[in-house]
């Protein structure tokens, strides 16, 4: 699932977020604030794979609710419950840097 396949840049990212987080001053417009900046914007950018795959999903979803059942509904809404948490961790780990960071 593109979704799973996803979290390994995003768990690189958020290493290398947590590193420059912990090294900022937070004393906003200095170079190690600025840096760390710059590494959540980059963590934030590869949550892009689990946006759209909860937006496949959800367009999927919509398709069989409009017709007639379908036993692939389970499968998706498994499958959304999957990449749902995947996406509430995410969100989390960015918030939590951003708390840390001083934004």
Sequence with gaps: MRAEAGQGAFDAALGLA????????????SESWIAAQM????????????????ADLDAMMRSLLLG???ADRAAV???????GAIDTAQLAAVQRLIRAAGQ
């Design 18 to 29: 947590d590193r420059a987080v912990a090294a900022s001053d937070r004393r906003r417009g």
């Design 39 to 54: 590494a959540i914007s980059r963590l934030e950018r590869t949550r892009e794979p689990v946006q759209t795959a909860l």
């Design 68 to 70: 007639p059942p379908s």
């Design 77 to 83: 809404e498994a499958a959304m419950a999957r990449v």
